[in-house]
């Protein structure tokens, strides 16, 4: 067995609802994937009416489980993020989605831009998010090979083009303290991704990519995949709009 990279300083935080046994599934692989890779801090938030202690009792005992009570149908990501990085002191923070895996060199690459002042944000992909599809999904699941996605990207869409913002994230815990972490009023299914990245390029944060892809593991949507409601819709995309338009000195002057 290959030596694991050594991401001692680094906490890979995933907050999570299991809609579907489908996503159960994906969030096991992705964290099969970084624990086979990586020796990093892994901490799950699940947030649900009720704790039926299935994904808690499924999880690696290496990953530190957390589970919040919460009666609301809208999953509030950007909420239990920053209840996530309030929670850990690591040096570097991984904002990790359920469903995502990503090869470890690119891994490799993204801590170590963070760890030489390279940059204070790195996305471990080049931009391409590729959907696996349901077929290509069972397949890896199968087998969880790397090689299996990496030689049938010509089969998969990218269905947020090649210059995707969200998915997996890495950034100096105290860059993201500066920028005040995550955007709240972002709630539900919206385009905090890319109002996130242009905040931090307006407020002058370093920000740059790893080469290679990454892989979305297709799951079922429900009301949290989309807009639940116009008046939601019309109001994300305010705030990103307004973010587009502001100055850094603007932006900060909105921190708590």
Request: proline share 4%; hydrophobic share 35%.
């Amino acid at each position: 067995m290959k030596r694991k990279i050594d991401l001692t300083d680094t906490a890979f935080l995933i907050p999570v609802r299991i809609d579907s046994v489908a996503r159960l599934e994906n969030l096991q692989a992705s964290i099969r994937s970084i624990i086979r890779y990586t020796n990093a801090y892994v901490k799950v938030l699940e947030a649900s009416r009720y704790n039926n202690h299935i994904l808690e009792n499924m999880l690696d005992p290496a990953v530190d489980y957390f589970y919040v009570e919460d009666h609301d149908i809208i999953f509030h990501r950007t909420h239990y993020i920053n209840v996530l990085v309030r929670q850990c002191s690591c040096r570097h923070i991984v904002i990790w989605d359920a469903d995502v895996i990503v090869p470890p060199r690119q891994l490799q690459q993204a801590v170590s831009m963070l760890r030489n002042d390279v940059c204070d944000v790195v996305f471990p992909y080049d931009g391409r998010f590729y959907d696996t599809t349901r077929i290509i999904r069972e397949l890896y699941l199968e087998s969880e090979k790397l090689s299996l996605l990496q030689n049938n990207v010509g089969k998969m869409p990218l269905p947020y083009g090649s210059d995707m913002g969200g998915g997996a994230i890495f950034i100096k815990r105290e860059k993201f303290d500066y920028a005040d972490g995550e955007d709240e009023r972002f709630y539900g299914w919206g385009p905090e991704d890319w109002n996130r990245l242009e905040k931090w390029k307006r407020i002058g944060l370093k920000i740059g990519r790893a080469a290679g892809p990454l892989f979305h593991l297709s799951h079922p949507k429900d009301l949290n995949g989309g807009h639940s409601l116009d008046l939601q819709k019309t109001n994300t995309f305010y705030l990103l709009r307004k973010t587009q338009m502001s100055s850094a000195k603007e932006i900060l002057q909105q921190k708590k």
